[in-house]
């Protein structure tokens, strides 16, 4: 066998290996097999934010130790990598870095910086991937700024139209004024911001009373259009149906008695505006109530807001606070704290604007989406709950269209003069609107010829949230449905409302079948003190210093071990440092294998020569294997982890190794054949123990693997080798219990021998131990060449008599060593 070298070094190593894997192209997923079952997970295409941070790394480590786990249990592993390159970051960035607004530029060029600044960003996001060492199928990459890719998203949207499940309507959305464009509930963050409230007087008709309105946005007053109190509040009873004048209009409204009311917040009147928040979209739908939009998308006051039109909200507020106070009509102001809904982009304030949108019905498929939830495996269990507290928790339809440039354009046109929409077939896709005419003559219905184009794009989810078919061949593949349903779904906690969500309702409306099997959600990732890890924290760590400081397999060690699945994940170097350090132990103890098997003629044949010791450290290797199997299993990669590397360490490499020695180093003593049963066993514990590290730590298993263990009928790879089953027929309770008594007699004259600072090579002339028992005596007598050749004793005498001397526990025993 051949010598595993002194140094080691990581970072080439795991270069190297990233190298070869890619060239021979192991992790290729084999079309052409149809005897292997297939694996697919469902990577999720990343958005190219130009940075793989520790959130990604953590994430990515979870399904590529599945994926390598699975492919080692036989499966034909589908782990495709795609990017997710549209959206409203995208260009938000580029309007930054070229000091531009999109509005200033033809939308092709400001398309082209876009895909510019995407491929930068994937460049550095893939380097991420690949550092990893993750086992990802580069032969699949994809990018949803394709045409190829807009061809399935657009195609997805012709069906669900025939469907039914997409429409056009007039409906309140939520609105980012500086990004011009709608969004979904999912993009908006609800932040607790400073406010102020104002308390103002709305005058009675025909009186000369008036009532108390408390409110924090009085730049809406001109898009008042009812006045509430709760129905139970006896304080305004007598004012239900009056009419109040609204100041500064022309215009009076009614008090109206709603449910919603909460009578203790301000003066427990309010005004309804549309729109204010979404609380007042609601009450105007239940009271059927007018609409009156004073906002510009642009965010400014429009021309139903009388003489302040122009005006940003802002600006108006100052400006109607100054007329309101100079008529008397504002009694007094106080600070409060108030939620506000903040651009997930840029962090505006979200506006709520009615505007005529594309939708998808998403509403009416809630009771779908929780009974499929709810056969799927989530790992763990109770996250669930937040997909289908979502799905229930909506308030409108999903609103996937968009005012923007750098998207998937909608492939609808409508008639100059009928206004028919005219949507495009199945076979005219992948099709841009705005630069192409639809493939027909004539309006089918008032035969007119002359068409406009959809200027609205869709939502970046529209794109994404079809990936479970699209990584399964659809819709060119035949047989695309030998990888659909994916295995596994990955996902952050934080996406479970988006992504999770929107896969499982598209792929319910489209195909009537859940989009995965499974679905498996990593936490966040903390900073060393706890608190989401976040640059304006300070507590930020960047991938590449972990990666270029550590290596790869020390960061997923880390990922790996840092807690259960689903669970929030602080980042602590000790963590990745401990990770380091067992990687060199492993390194070293393996080297030194190497040096003790150069003799060894692999796979020989020593069952019947195997000592105590030998099938001590087999039979806890064979239960070992059967847990970190189950964990894997169960995706409890904290557990697994930490199940090998204690063997490694304190069973393989602090035991056995160095009770073995001895017997390897004097064949002359112990004869040839327990040498050989010895190097027989190191042979297999190790390969075992590297084995089942191979999904989590993959470079430095294939390094030794390969210098070890590959020959001419080992697999070009430990990646490709099988994954080891458990032989039960090795378990053994009592061959373990006797070991373990062997062990820590051994461990007790070793720490002795510590404490009396003598080498641990010294020589013991006699050594008396007292067993409690006759039992007890045996199992001693049995494991005295152990003892006697790892201890360096001459002579060995068990007793059964009372116990004197130096206390091995918990076992009770005691020892004399005389020397
Ligand atoms: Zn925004
Ligand atoms: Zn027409």
């Not at 997909?387 to 409508?414: E, G, M």
């Not at 390897?664 to 514990?685: C, D, I, S």
Request: net charge neutral; charged share 30%; with cysteine.
């Amino acid at each position: 066998m051949k010598e595993l070298p002194r140094e080691f070094d990581a970072l080439a190593t795991e270069k190297k290996w990233q190298k070869a894997w890619e060239e021979k192209g192991i992790y290729h997923f084999d079309w052409k097999d149809k005897k292997r079952p297939v694996f697919s997970i469902d990577t999720p295409p990343p958005y190219p934010s130009g940075d793989f941070h520790m959130g990604n790394l953590l994430n990515w480590t979870y399904f590529d130790m599945v994926a390598r786990f699975k492919r080692m249990n036989g499966f034909n592993v589908h782990f495709p990598q795609g990017w997710d390159c549209h959206g409203l970051g995208i260009e938000v960035q580029v309007e930054r870095e070229n000091r531009i607004r999109k509005r200033e530029m033809p939308p092709d060029k400001f398309r082209k910086l876009c895909e510019k600044l995407v491929e930068t960003y994937v460049t550095i996001m893939k380097e991420g991937i690949m550092r990893l060492g993750c086992s990802s199928d580069w032969t699949t990459e994809y990018r949803t700024m394709d045409p190829d890719y807009w061809r399935r998203t657009q195609l997805s949207f012709i069906l669900l139209y025939k469907k039914g499940f997409m429409y056009q309507g007039t409906h309140p959305v939520n609105w980012c004024p500086r990004c011009e464009t709608a969004i979904a509930d999912a993009e908006v963050n609800y932040e607790q911001h400073d406010g102020t409230l104002h308390y103002l007087r709305f005058p009675v008709e025909n009186s000369n009373e008036y009532v108390r309105i408390a409110t924090t946005r009085p730049e809406l007053i001109p898009a008042c259009v009812a006045v509430a109190v709760h129905p139970g509040d006896a304080r305004f009873a007598k004012y239900k149906n009056m009419r109040l004048r609204v100041p500064e209009t022309s215009r009076t409204v009614q008090v109206i008695l709603d449910e919603a009311v909460d009578p203790s917040f301000g003066t427990g009147v309010v005004m309804i505006c549309t729109y204010g928040d979404k609380a007042d979209v609601k009450t105007v739908i239940r009271h059927k109530l007018p609409v009156i939009i004073i906002l510009t998308e642009g965010g400014r006051i429009n021309q139903n807001g009388g003489k302040y039109a122009g005006l940003t909200s802002l600006e108006a507020r100052k400006a109607i606070v100054a007329d309101l106070t100079r008529e008397g009509l504002l009694e007094k102001t106080e600070k409060i704290t108030r939620e506000i809904g903040l651009c997930d982009r840029c962090d505006t304030p979200v506006e709520i604007l009615e505007l005529r949108q594309w939708f998808m019905k998403t509403r009416e498929l809630a009771d779908k989406v929780e009974e499929a939830t709810n056969r799927v495996l989530w790992y763990p269990d109770y996250m669930k709950v937040r997909l289908i507290d979502w799905a229930r928790s909506l308030d409108w339809d999903w609103v996937i269209s968009r005012q923007r440039v750098f998207a998937t354009p909608i492939p609808v046109w409508y008639c100059k003069k009928c206004k028919e929409t005219i949507l495009a077939e199945e076979d005219w896709v992948p099709i841009d609107p705005k630069t192409e005419r639809p493939r027909i003559k004539q309006c089918p219905r008032c035969g007119s010829s002359e068409f406009v184009p959809e200027m609205d794009v869709f939502d970046t989810w529209m794109d994404s949230s079809i990936s479970c078919a699209v990584h399964a061949g659809w819709p060119d593949s035949k047989d695309w449905k030998r990888l659909f349903p994916a295995d596994v779904h990955p996902s952050g906690i934080d996406i479970i409302r988006t992504w999770a969500y929107y896969l499982m309702v598209r792929h319910l409306a489209l195909f009537d079948e859940a989009p995965y099997k499974s679905c498996l959600i990593n936490g966040m990732v903390l900073g060393a003190d706890g608190r989401k890890m976040s640059k304006s924290l300070k507590n930020y760590v960047a991938t590449p210093e972990v990666l270029d400081k550590y290596g790869a397999d020390a960061a997923r060690q880390w990922a790996a071990g840092g807690g259960t699945t689903g669970s929030d994940i602080p980042f602590r170097w000790p963590d990745v440092e401990y990770g380091w350090r067992f990687l060199i132990k492993l390194w070293n103890a393996s080297r030194f294998v190497s040096i003790l098997l150069k003799d060894y003629e692999p796979r020989k044949d020593a069952e019947h020569a195997l000592q105590p010791l030998d099938k001590w450290v087999l039979s806890k290797c064979e239960k070992l294997t059967q847990r970190v199997t189950e964990a894997f299993e169960k995706c409890q990669f904290n557990i697994a982890v930490e199940e090998i590397r204690n063997f490694t360490w304190r069973v393989f490499c602090d035991c056995y190794l160095e009770a073995v020695k001895d017997r390897l180093y004097n064949p002359e003593v112990y004869g040839q054949e327990k040498r050989k049963a010895a190097q027989y066993t190191l042979y297999l514990v190790l390969e075992r123990v590297l084995k089942l590290l191979a999904p989590i730590m993959p470079h430095v298993t294939e390094e030794i693997f390969q210098t070890m263990y590959v020959d001419e009928v080992s697999p070009k790879s430990i990646h490709v080798s099988s994954w080891p089953t458990a032989d039960e027929k090795r378990m053994d309770e009592k061959v373990e219990k006797e070991g373990d008594l062997v062990m820590a007699i051994i461990t007790e004259v070793r720490r002795e021998k510590a404490e009396k600072h003598l080498p641990l090579n010294a020589k013991i002339a006699k050594l008396t131990i007292y067993a409690i028992d006759k039992a007890t005596a045996e199992t001693i007598t049995k494991g005295k060449g152990d003892i006697a050749g790892t201890c360096k004793v001459a002579d060995i005498q068990a007793s059964t008599e009372e116990g004197k001397g130096r206390e091995v526990k918990p076992y009770g025993v005691h020892f004399i060593a005389e020397y």
